[in-house]
Antibody, heavy 120, light 108 residues
Framework: QVQLVESGGGVVQPGRSLRLSCEAS????????MHWVRQTPGRGLEWVAI????????YYADSVKGRFTISRDISKNTLYLQMNSLRPEDTAVYYC?????????????WGQGTLVTVSS | SYVLTQPPSVSVAPGKTARITCGGN??????VHWYQQKPGQAPVVVIY???DRPSGTPERFSGSNTGNTATLTISRVEAGDEADYYC???????????FGGGTKVTVL
C-alpha cells in the first residue's frame, strides 16, 4: 500500500540548514507530483513546495522561496526538502504529500510528519 | 495569493447536520478538496473535486461548490467526526495550492 515516511527533523539554530527526506513506497515518484506542507503547532496548514511528476516544474511558497529547495531521487524513491537560512518562523511539523498528474488534484496520501524546531 | 475563508468553529449535536463553508472569489470555478485532521494525525482527504468521495469516506460526507462558496456537509454527525477540516484549491494564477484556515468541528 502507499506509504510516505518523513525523516530529518530536529532542533536547529537560526541561520543553519536541515534536509528533510520522505521515503515513498507503494508507488513511484516519477508518476506523481509531490508536495511539502507544514503546520505550526496549533495552527493551520501552509503549503511549502511542489515538484511536478516530470520534474519540469518546481514552485515554492513566497515565505520559503530562495531558501528551500525541493528535489527527488528516483533510484531511492525519496523526496527531499533542503532548508537553508532557517528562521524561527519555519518551526513546524513538515508533511510530504502525494499530488497527482494534475496540479489541481488533491493531496491523496500524507506522511506522518517530522517536527522542525528553529531555536537558539 | 488566493484566499479561502472558513469559520473557525462549528458545533453540532450528534445525529444532526454540520455544514462547513469555504469562501473564495469565484471558488465555484475551481476544484475544491476537503481534508479531515484529527489531533496528532496527518490530514486525510475526505472529499475531492468538489463532491467526490474517496473509498473509505462515509456517505454521510458530501460536498458542493458554486459561486463564491464551497460547502462540506456532514449528515448524521457522530462523535468520531470531531476534527479540524480544511478546504483546498489550486490557484492557477500563482501556481500555488491554497488552504483555508480550517474549521474545528465540535460534537456536543
Amino acid at each position: 500500500q502507499v506509504q510516505l515516511v518523513e525523516s530529518g527533523g530536529g532542533v536547529v539554530q537560526p541561520g543553519r540548514s536541515l534536509r528533510l527526506s520522505c521515503e515513498a513506497s507503494g508507488f513511484t515518484l516519477s508518476s506523481f507530483a509531490m508536495h511539502w506542507v507544514r503546520q505550526t503547532p496549533g495552527r493551520g496548514l501552509e503549503w511549502v513546495a511542489i515538484i511536478s511528476f516530470d520534474v519540469t516544474s518546481k514552485y515554492y511558497a513566497d515565505s520559503v522561496k530562495g531558501r528551500f529547495t525541493i528535489s527527488r531521487d528516483i533510484s531511492k524513491n525519496t523526496l527531499y526538502l533542503q532548508m537553508n537560512s532557517l528562521r524561527p518562523e519555519d518551526t513546524a511539523v513538515y508533511y510530504c504529500a502525494r499530488g497527482g498528474l494534475d496540479t489541481s488534484g488533491p493531496f491523496d496520501y500524507w506522511g506522518q510528519g517530522t517536527l522542525v524546531t528553529v531555536s537558539s | 495569493s488566493y484566499v479561502l475563508t472558513q469559520p473557525p468553529s462549528v458545533s453540532v449535536a450528534p445525529g444532526k447536520t454540520a455544514r462547513i463553508t469555504c469562501g473564495g472569489n469565484n471558488v465555484g470555478s475551481k476544484s475544491v478538496h476537503w481534508y479531515q485532521q484529527k489531533p496528532g494525525q496527518a490530514p486525510v482527504v475526505v472529499i475531492y473535486y468538489d463532491s467526490d468521495r474517496p473509498s473509505g469516506t462515509p456517505e454521510r460526507f458530501s460536498g458542493s461548490n458554486t459561486g463564491n462558496t464551497a460547502t462540506l456537509t456532514i449528515s448524521r454527525v457522530e462523535a468520531g467526526d470531531e476534527a479540524d477540516y480544511y478546504c483546498q484549491v489550486w490557484d492557477s494564477s500563482s501556481d500555488h495550492p491554497a488552504f483555508g484556515g480550517g474549521t474545528k468541528v465540535t460534537v456536543l
